[in-house]
């Protein structure tokens, strides 16, 4: 390993640990953020403080959290003298939202290289806040083409209309697993996830597309009927007023037709 200071640490495996040590790599990361000295930075999961550091020397200040304690010792002599980095030993997934956010003064970005096996949990917990201004994340690759899926393709799904409706969302670089310590089994990508504002009310939206989705091979009359507990008339004439033909499926419906469902919700249910 390239770092010397760390050879005595047990990677753990549970907490999905790949570190990354090559600063150009990290750099090229900030880069894709777009951060300035103007912004202030939630790191996710701080690991051996590679990115911390680089995000550290662009950002105004850092707030990293870290679950595994065993980094502590070794975090806090590495950060001893950074001044605007502070470490938090807490699992970011559980930790109150509005604690993280109580230290932020204003809207913040998001730059991680994110533990897998919590990705989508952490990416939906801080994609609806409205503080947060970006997401910059490494993620699995499978996981960054299903962000930014296209209808008519096999990765369109929740995640991809989700993010659609929040942000404006880029895959910036793929990223070969050799490049990690230790070496996972998935290569990776960074996506850039800009915020936008939404266009209709955000639970409603999610409440919407959840039932589409609800089971894959059902037509989209099927699934809200069901889902939403409404009878089938009320939800045929809700999809002809959105211009939905009610055999479709909801893979087949773009932004706009979960936009119009829901700015029309109301009327079918008074
Ligand atoms: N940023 C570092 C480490 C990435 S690996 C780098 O790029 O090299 C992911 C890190 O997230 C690990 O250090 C792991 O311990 C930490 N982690 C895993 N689950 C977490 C959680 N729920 N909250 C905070 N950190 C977590």
Redesign the pocket.
């Known amino acids: 390993m390239k770092n010397n200071e760390l050879n005595n640490f047990k990677f753990?495996k549970k907490?999905?640990?790949?570190?990354?040590?090559d600063t150009n790599l990290?750099c090229a990361i900030v880069k894709d953020s777009k951060i300035n000295k103007n912004d202030e930075v939630l790191?996710?999961?701080?690991?051996?403080?590679?990115?911390?550091l680089q995000i550290s020397k662009v950002a105004k200040k850092v707030i990293s959290?870290?679950?595994?304690k065993n980094?502590k010792d070794f975090l806090l002599e590495k950060f001893q003298k950074i001044h605007n980095v502070e470490i938090v030993f807490?699992?970011?997934?559980?930790a109150d939202l509005n604690e993280i956010e109580d230290k932020f003064n204003e809207k913040y970005h998001i730059i991680?290289?994110?533990?897998y096996?919590?990705t989508t949990p952490l990416i939906f917990k801080f994609l609806e806040s409205q503080k947060v201004a970006s997401l910059t994340v490494?993620v699995q690759k499978e996981v960054a083409q299903r962000m930014v899926a296209n209808i008519g393709t096999k990765d369109y799904g929740i995640l991809s209309v989700m993010l659609a409706f929040y942000s404006d969302v880029n895959i910036t670089r793929i990223v070969n697993r050799k490049i990690f310590y230790p070496v996972p089994n998935v290569d990776s990508a960074v996506v850039h996830i800009a915020k936008k504002p939404t266009p209709c009310d955000e639970k409603l939206f999610s409440k919407v597309v959840h039932a589409s989705f609800s089971m894959r091979r059902k037509t989209i009359l099927n699934n809200l009927s069901s889902s939403l507990k409404l009878d089938k008339q009320t939800v045929s004439s809700w999809l002809e007023k959105c211009n939905i033909s009610s055999d479709k499926r909801a893979e087949q419906l773009v932004l706009e037709d979960f936009v119009n469902l829901c700015k029309s919700y109301f009327d079918i249910n008074s």
């Open positions: 753990n907490y999905g640990q790949n570190f990354i040590f990290l790191e996710i999961g701080t690991g051996a403080g590679t990115l911390t959290y870290e679950i595994d980094l807490q699992d970011a997934l559980k991680a290289n994110l533990p096996y919590i490494m």
